[in-house]
């Protein structure tokens, strides 16, 4: 007991998620409504929200693309564990990130070990906007165009390390080339094939914050709701980091 009570005395926790609410980045909207409310004569408050699995701070399964494992079936041990925040924010608009990228940051800050989780920090959470009322209707945001992501060569560098998680501040894994790509002819990432399907790689997508978070020291977790047959889910990801020694 004495172990944990030290743990949270010399570590805080980071919120990595993006709020929920109407007017975020999405393909679909999101919706809330009242069912009741104290204001209007009932005894409590409750409301009925209906949003996309892959929307906001979110995981994505493996059959998400065709794969056998639905969200209910991801084992929690892939959920949370020691990280590797890669700075990547000298990646300009679609560029992607290749292995040599990667070897930099093991080159300068140590080895990607097994089992270990890497966060992907390009900055783009400050695409994050939200669209008023009058605007929601109007085309996808500047969040969804242009982003930086992983070639499949870096996915598959991760997946011969045997890291066990992956997260980005993008809304996809993929860098929008290949995200716009497959949008139009119907065909999967290639970075998300090689991470869900070939490495069995976790992925958390549109976090925010990885800037506040050390390059490594970290303990990253992202819990899923336990949805059956779910594709995907929002997530709740945070993580906790040492205290600043004053």
Same mark, same amino acid.
């Given at each position: 007991?004495?172990?944990?009570?030290?743990?949270?005395?010399?570590?805080?926790?980071?919120?990595?998620?993006?709020?929920?609410?109407?007017?975020?980045?999405?393909?679909?909207?999101?919706?809330?409504?009242?069912?009741?409310?104290?204001?209007?004569?009932?005894?409590?408050?409750?409301?009925?929200?209906?949003?996309?699995?892959?929307?906001?701070?979110?995981?994505?399964?493996?059959?998400?693309?065709?794969?056998?494992?639905?969200?209910?079936?991801?084992?929690?041990?892939?959920?949370?564990?020691?990280?590797?925040?890669?700075?990547?924010?000298?990646?300009?608009?679609?560029?992607?990130?290749?292995?040599?990228?990667? @070897?930099?940051?093991? $080159?300068? *800050?140590? /080895?990607?070990?097994?089992?270990?989780?890497?966060?992907? =920090? +390009?900055?783009? &959470?400050?695409?994050?906007?939200?669209?008023?009322?009058?605007?929601?209707? @109007?085309?996808?945001? $500047?969040? *969804?165009? /242009?982003?930086?992501?992983?070639?499949?060569?870096?996915? =598959? +560098?991760?997946? &011969?390390?045997?890291?066990?998680?992956?997260?980005?501040?993008?809304?996809?894994?993929?860098?929008?080339?290949?995200?716009?790509?497959?949008?139009?002819?119907?065909?999967?990432?290639?970075?998300?094939?090689?991470?869900?399907?070939?490495?069995?790689?976790?992925?958390?997508?549109?976090?925010?914050?990885?800037?506040?978070?050390?390059?490594?020291?970290?303990?990253?977790?992202?819990?899923?709701?336990?949805?059956?047959?779910?594709?995907?889910?929002?997530?709740?990801?945070?993580?906790?980091?040492?205290?600043?020694?004053?």
């Amino acid at each position: 007991m004495e172990d944990i009570i030290d743990i949270f005395r010399n570590y805080r926790f980071v919120d990595l998620t993006h709020t929920l609410r109407e007017g975020v980045p999405s393909f679909s909207p999101y919706i809330r409504r009242v069912m009741k409310s104290i204001d209007h004569g009932d005894f409590y408050n409750s409301n009925i929200i209906q949003m996309a699995e892959h929307q906001g701070t979110h995981m994505d399964a493996p059959s998400h693309i065709g794969g056998k494992r639905s969200i209910n079936g991801i084992p929690i041990h892939l959920c949370f564990g020691p990280c590797n925040a890669i700075d990547l924010t000298y990646k300009k608009n679609g560029e992607y990130v290749w292995p040599e990228d990667i @070897k930099r940051y093991e $080159n300068k *800050y140590g /080895n990607i070990n097994k089992e270990e989780i890497v966060l992907l =920090n +390009y900055g783009w &959470d400050n695409q994050w906007k939200i669209k008023s009322k009058k605007n929601q209707q @109007k085309g996808l945001s $500047n969040f *969804y165009k /242009n982003f930086p992501g992983l070639s499949k060569d870096a996915a =598959n +560098y991760f997946g &011969d390390l045997g890291i066990k998680l992956i997260g980005t501040d993008t809304p996809t894994i993929d860098a929008y080339t290949n995200f716009e790509k497959a949008l139009n002819s119907a065909i999967v990432e290639p970075a998300h094939k090689a991470l869900l399907i070939d490495h069995g790689i976790t992925i958390v997508e549109c976090l925010k914050n990885l800037d506040k978070i050390p390059i490594k020291g970290a303990y990253f977790f992202a819990f899923p709701l336990k949805i059956y047959q779910g594709s995907g889910s929002p997530v709740r990801a945070l993580a906790l980091t040492p205290k600043k020694k004053s």
